[in-house]
């Protein structure tokens, strides 16, 4: 397999939550194999990352448009379709997802909070490297018919598939696993690929990280860098330097996964394998 044949985009979500996720961020984009961070615009410490994201040329940065579990950018009584009693976004991920569907003042109230997440993103100065969501509800035929339509204004070139092939499944706990969660979400996965397609909206062939989230450790991602496939495959985690950063993700082991970003263990079998390393703004 020629070296170009694999590339390997390496992403960390939640950036902006903690001081704990931004310091990982920084620390792994200069000593570690990380390539690109998706930004929390409404976070307590998203200023914070932007900041740091200034200093890092080489990092490149995405807007990870939150519209469930986690908070707003615009006030909560604009939106309150979509907040809980706390002025929070939903974290009931179904209860969100059939309000998308069946309430129009739900879905305006999703237009006006995606819009202003791109707003806010635009504000930063940063280029726009990629897009996805958390939880990954742009999955979610509505979220992603709204980020095609308000994203293109701010001149997003490329979103998440969020399609993990079976062959990361390498033991018989994983497969099933796997199958569960492709019973749910493989038509979703396949149709967001069409609209990406139809769209002209670049997006990598698939991820890894989907059956280790939160658990992302050197010995995982050795495994799974020895099962790459083809194409352009992103590898997503949610790195700190303190697994209590932020409320989001409870349980991750954060500090594993940032651990396996810097570790010299990693950067080894990258180079060993031939394989590259890019941004979603290297793709097309």
């Not at 237009?111 to 958390?134: S, W």
């Not at 979610?140 to 308000?150: A, C, E, N, Q, S």
């Not at 701010?154 to 696993?177: C, D, H, N, Q």
Request: glycine share 8%; net charge positive; with cysteine.
């Amino acid at each position: 397999m020629s070296q170009a044949s694999r590339r390997l985009i390496v992403t960390a979500d939640d950036f902006g939550l903690s001081w704990a996720v931004n310091e990982a961020v920084e620390r792994a984009s200069r000593d570690g194999i990380l390539t690109c961070a998706s930004l929390m615009v409404g976070e307590e410490a998203a200023e914070d990352a932007v900041a740091r994201a200034r200093r890092l040329p080489r990092l490149r940065v995405g807007l990870h448009v939150v519209v469930a579990e986690g908070r707003p950018v615009l006030a909560p009584e604009r939106i309150p379709a979509l907040c809980d009693a706390h002025g929070r976004l939903d974290g009931r991920l179904v209860h969100a997802g059939f309000r998308f569907f069946f309430r129009p003042q739900a879905r305006r109230q999703l237009a006006d909070e995606i819009e202003a997440q791109f707003a806010a993103f635009m504000r930063t100065g940063l280029p726009l490297d990629h897009v996805n969501a958390h939880k990954h509800m742009h999955l979610h035929p509505t979220v992603l018919g709204l980020i095609l339509r308000i994203g293109r204004r701010y001149g997003m070139r490329a979103v998440r598939l969020p399609y993990e092939p079976s062959t990361v499944a390498v033991s018989p706990r994983a497969w099933r696993k796997h199958w569960k969660a492709a019973s749910v979400t493989g038509l979703w996965t396949w149709l967001m690929r069409q609209r990406l397609d139809r769209a002209g909206v670049l997006h990598n062939d698939a991820v890894m990280g989907l059956l280790q989230s939160g658990a992302l450790d050197e010995a995982a991602v050795m495994q799974l860098l020895g099962n790459l496939p083809s194409g352009v495959t992103e590898l997503y985690c949610h790195p700190a330097v303190d697994d209590d950063a932020g409320a989001l993700a409870l349980g991750y082991r954060k500090k594993a996964e940032f651990e396996a970003l810097v570790s010299l263990k990693v950067a080894a079998a990258l180079r060993e394998e031939g394989i590259v390393r890019v941004g979603f703004g290297d793709l097309g």
